[in-house]
């Protein structure tokens, strides 16, 4: 089955960022990789950042590509867009699977599992409540935000499309 693209649809790619204000949609399609919705619902703003990596160590380019830079970087932009009002924010992630399970059944610590914790420590640092979480097991799944309500659906082959 094919897909129309909207007109005001954003593919946020790995690494990548992307925010949108009063409608359009936002997606992204994630393995071990971490997908984070920024929400400023008064405004009807929101932010995604796909994550690919829990730290930058230093290195800030391109800055969506880890949880301690993509993060500020997605506020700092939702900031801009929003004419530098502060913004009360939430978040919702998912993503963060192993996608190797079959290679190492009885791997712990994957690069998956550093993403989650290093989002999730981001966040609390920065005291942003998270609403909703997809997280884990051995798919991949896309996840798709509708800027307007807000509203985050998930989908993984073979199963139901999940609310989040």
């Given at each position: 089955m094919?897909?129309?693209?909207?007109?005001?649809?954003?593919?946020?790619?790995?690494?990548?960022?992307?925010?949108?204000?009063?409608?359009g949609?936002?997606?992204?399609l994630?393995?071990?990789?971490i997908?984070?919705?920024?929400?400023?619902?008064?405004?009807?703003?929101?932010?995604?950042?796909?994550?690919?990596?829990?730290?930058?160590?230093?290195?800030?380019?391109?800055?969506?590509?880890?949880a301690?830079?993509?993060?500020?970087?997605?506020?700092?932009?939702?900031?801009?867009l929003?004419g530098?009002?502060?913004?009360s924010?939430s978040?919702?992630?998912?993503?963060?699977?192993?996608?190797?399970?079959?290679?190492?059944?009885?791997?712990?610590?994957?690069?998956?599992e550093?993403?989650?914790?290093?989002?999730?420590?981001?966040?609390?640092?920065l005291?942003?409540?998270?609403?909703?979480r997809?997280?884990?097991?051995?798919?991949?799944?896309?996840?798709?935000?509708?800027?307007?309500?807000?509203?985050?659906?998930?989908h993984?082959?073979?199963?139901?499309v999940?609310?989040?």
């Amino acid at each position: 089955m094919s897909q129309i693209k909207q007109a005001n649809e954003i593919l946020v790619t790995m690494a990548g960022i992307g925010v949108a204000q009063h409608q359009g949609i936002l997606r992204t399609l994630l393995g071990s990789c971490i997908g984070i919705a920024l929400f400023e619902r008064k405004l009807k703003l929101v932010g995604l950042a796909h994550i690919v990596m829990p730290d930058s160590m230093g290195r800030c380019q391109p800055a969506g590509k880890y949880a301690d830079t993509a993060i500020p970087e997605t506020i700092r932009r939702m900031t801009e867009l929003a004419g530098g009002l502060r913004l009360s924010l939430s978040a919702k992630i998912a993503g963060g699977a192993n996608m190797f399970a079959h290679v190492s059944p009885n791997a712990t610590n994957t690069i998956g599992e550093q993403n989650v914790a290093a989002v999730e420590k981001v966040l609390a640092t920065l005291d942003i409540p998270i609403l909703g979480r997809h997280l884990g097991g051995t798919a991949g799944r896309r996840m798709v935000v509708e800027v307007e309500s807000g509203a985050v659906q998930i989908h993984v082959i073979g199963q139901p499309v999940v609310p989040l």
